[in-house]
């Protein structure tokens, strides 16, 4: 099932042997604790076993560039998912992160060759954040199933 711009998962990939890194930053904890949970939860509903995910955290999400490398280069994974939750404050910090992190794991891709999902919420405020992680029923879905979905089917059609 392939992972449509509404979000719904409709074509199903087969994970089995599939190694995924998760790396997920620690700021935003309950929103970043539920977009986890749906991506292990869809990684594990397409057949990637629970020993091939393997889950590091960092502190923040400008971590999570170096972290994806040294997810790829230490575990061995097919694809990485960096997850972070970015809400805009009263500075520009939240512009520079968002801009620098996004286009770092872009780059990543091509001199790993490998996939890497873009998990990076960023949001004007906390709500919409919590909409985007499943968190405010009948609002939105939990994009982390997006994101699992989206690896499986990365590395079925793409991976080395
Ligand atoms: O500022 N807001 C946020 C944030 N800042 C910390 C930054 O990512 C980094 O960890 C530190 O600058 C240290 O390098 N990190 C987030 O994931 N979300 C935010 O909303």
């Known amino acids: 099932m392939a992972v449509t711009g509404l979000g719904e998962v409709d074509q199903k990939y087969d994970g089995k042997g599939i190694r995924v890194g998760i790396v997920h930053a620690r700021w935003n904890k309950k929103i970043i604790d539920n977009l986890v949970l749906g991506a292990?939860?869809?990684?594990?509903?397409?057949?990637?076993?629970?020993?091939?995910?393997?889950?590091?955290?960092?502190?923040?999400?400008?971590?999570?560039?170096?972290?994806?490398?040294?997810?790829?280069?230490?575990?061995?994974?097919?694809?990485?998912i960096p997850i972070g939750c970015l809400i805009k404050g009263s500075t520009m910090h939240f512009e520079y992160i968002c801009d620098s992190v996004s286009h770092a794991l872009m780059d990543l891709q091509f001199k790993i060759g490998k996939p890497v999902i873009f998990g990076v919420l960023t949001c004007l405020t906390e709500e919409q954040a919590e909409a985007r992680a499943g968190l405010i029923p009948g609002v939105m879905h939990n994009h982390g199933e997006d994101w699992g979905a989206c690896a499986v089917e990365m590395v079925v059609k793409f991976g080395g």
């Open 40 to 80: 292990k939860n869809k990684l594990l509903e397409f057949g990637v076993m629970d020993s091939d995910i393997i889950i590091e955290s960092v502190p923040g999400s400008y971590e999570l560039p170096l972290a994806t490398v040294t997810m790829f280069n230490k575990h061995n994974v097919d694809v990485v």
